[in-house]
């Protein structure tokens, strides 16, 4: 079993930047993808960002350019930082993981995902 826990949410100034991290505990093995999706309500949860075991990441074409994920390895700590923000980013922010090598955010969806977090709530105010 895995467990992810998620920190780092709350309100924030359009304009403003986030930053959350997802504590990762328990058997994780060796091959597996870990990554971030968002959920509004009524509508799917959607991938943000997806980091594999090489540290390569990948990113949804609505945070390129202003998002990075990264992985503190020593503290099993997954962290995504999402900058300019706008209130098209509200959203319950998941930290996720997959078994597996295939860890490119444009084929990984909500259904391949092995383990959840609790979620956090982002709040982006204009």
Sequence with gaps: QVQLVESGGGSVQSGGSLR???????????????????QVPGLEREGVAQINVNNYATYADFV?????????????TLYLQVDSLSPDD??????????GLFCSVKEVTARDIDYWGQGTQVTVSS
Aim: with cysteine.
């Design 20 to 38: 959350l991290s997802c504590k990762v505990s328990g058997n994780t093995g060796s091959r597996y993808c870990l990554g971030w999706f968002r």
């Design 64 to 76: 390129k350019g202003r998002a990075i994920v990264s992985r503190d390895t020593a503290e099993s």
């Design 90 to 99: 509200t959203a319950s922010y998941f930290c996720a993981m997959k078994r």
